[in-house]
């Protein structure tokens, strides 16, 4: 998002900086983020701040930047960086063009394979695109020394919040990625990063703390089945929340992913659900014990014992 607005400011070369009146940075910030045309987002519990603010203006064309952290005792729990841009008017296709060289072909970043990503989910049609990235980061590392020397100052501002406010930092932590694009949708663009603190969701301690060794990773995570079944709901939570945020956007049909493989069922099993698989299986031992491969006292015992349970 930062090489677009570096596209812009110099494509373009009259730029006014200011802060939109909603939000001021140190702002404690409830319940939700209000945003353009109704776009809100519902905030966990706890104490949200405002820690990065940006409002850049040429023309018709307004790109705003919103961080909001939460914060409790003095520890980083969870954010959202929020990128919103209107990219409406006589310019649209040479930003369609660079949207498309941001999101798919950053050599640092983008929605495309990555051995640093979980899991990407992407549709390109056009000029459209939908993106869904989880991962985790090396939280330390893309605070201070990303692999973009270029992003560095766009974390400016969350490192000076952490810095006056003497905030423990997580050294690993679970993000995810949502973008959505299209001229169908009154030309806005909202991308949005979640990141959270892996406490959040009870995760067993981490014992490497680089992107590469983390037990977060793709290529190690099968050696460490507790922190497999963490970034599996992760995942499940980030993908439920991607459905959320292509509603928000009025994504078409045909433009919405598929994450219904990935979205664990909130469902609880029912004392329906259980008598009814236990009649299965007594139906199961009884073929069985017609075709001879259990005898009746095989049978009658494994019965017992499924009636039993």
């Not at 985790?136 to 006056?164: A, M, V």
Request: hydrophobic share 30%; glycine share 4%.
């Amino acid at each position: 998002m930062k090489k677009l607005l570096g596209f812009l400011l110099i494509s373009f070369l009259y730029c006014s900086l200011s802060y939109a009146e909603s939000y001021k940075l140190g702002d404690q910030v409830f319940n939700k983020i209000k945003l353009k045309r109704n776009f809100e987002i519902d905030l966990s519990e706890g104490n949200w701040f405002v820690a990065r603010k940006e409002d850049h203006v040429w023309r018709v064309i307004h790109q705003k930047l919103l961080g909001f952290v939460r914060i409790e005792n003095g520890e980083f729990m969870e954010g959202y960086d929020i990128f919103e841009s209107d990219l409406g008017g006589q310019f649209a296709g040479h930003v369609d063009d660079y949207v498309y060289e941001v999101v798919f072909k950053d050599k640092y970043d983008g929605c495309y394979e990555r051995p640093e990503y979980f899991v990407v989910e992407f549709i390109r049609k056009g000029r459209v695109h939908n993106c869904m990235i989880v991962a985790h980061w090396d939280f330390i590392k893309e605070l201070n020394n990303p692999d973009d020397p270029q992003t560095k100052t766009s974390t400016l501002q969350y490192r000076k919040f952490f810095k006056e406010n003497s905030i423990k930092l997580p050294r690993i932590v679970l993000n995810s990625y949502h973008s959505y694009f299209s001229r169908h949708n009154r030309s806005f663009w909202y991308s949005i990063n979640h990141v959270i603190n892996p406490k959040i969701l009870n995760a067993p301690k981490d014992q490497y703390f680089t992107e590469e060794r983390s037990e977060y990773h793709k290529y190690n995570i099968e050696q460490f089945p507790k922190h497999k079944k963490i970034m599996e709901e992760w995942l499940s939570i980030s993908s439920k929340y991607h459905k959320e945020f292509e509603k928000k956007n009025y994504a078409k049909k045909n433009h919405e992913l598929d994450l219904s493989r990935y979205i664990i069922s909130d469902k609880e099993p029912t004392q329906t659900d259980d008598s009814n698989d236990i009649v299965r299986q007594i139906q199961n031992l009884n073929e069985l014990y017609k075709s001879g491969v259990l005898t009746k006292e095989e049978f009658e015992k494994a019965k017992k014992k499924l009636l039993n349970k």
